[in-house]
């Protein structure tokens, strides 16, 4: 017997409604945001725009973004199940984020990749700072 899967559909997040499923994600990769679940949704609700990949009613992905709606995003948290990766969803949901902040009025979309993601995110055409002669700091608490 073959199972179809439904379509993987982005839509903007609703954290009633999607919180367990986005939680979830934070789980499935070990990040330490998952501890804290209030804080976790507080993070969440204080995002600028977030969206959410929705297979059916289960959340596969998860991505959000802080921005001052003027010049610059930051984007905070890309996330696909663990068994859905590599599937295209990863580049939808941060299109869909770079879309909502469009390059012409935007012109700084920033982020801190993870190990291993740099790739994905150069897939994307996002270049480290240094390409443009910039030194990008951070203060870590890690
Ligand atoms: C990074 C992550 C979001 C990518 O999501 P994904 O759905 O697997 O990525 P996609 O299938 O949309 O891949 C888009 C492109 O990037 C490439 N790619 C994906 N992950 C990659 C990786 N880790 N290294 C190099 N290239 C990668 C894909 O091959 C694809 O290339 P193509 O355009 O030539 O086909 C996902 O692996 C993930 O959730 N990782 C754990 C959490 C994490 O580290 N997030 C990043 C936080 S900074």
Known sequence: MTTTRPPVLIHEADVAEHFAGIIGLYQA?????????????????????????????????????????????????????????????????????LHHYPMDRFHHQVLVAERGAEGFYRRLGMVPVTSFGLTAFIRSGR
């Open 29 to 97: 990769h070990g990040w330490t945001h998952a501890s804290d679940p209030a804080r976790l949704r507080i993070a969440i609700e204080h995002s600028s725009f977030a969206v959410v990949a929705l297979e059916g009613t289960r959340v596969v992905g998860f991505a959000r973004a802080m921005s001052d709606e003027a010049f610059a995003v930051y984007i905070a948290d890309i996330l696909v199940a663990p068994d859905r990766q590599r599937q295209g969803i990863g580049r939808t949901l941060a299109e869909a984020i």
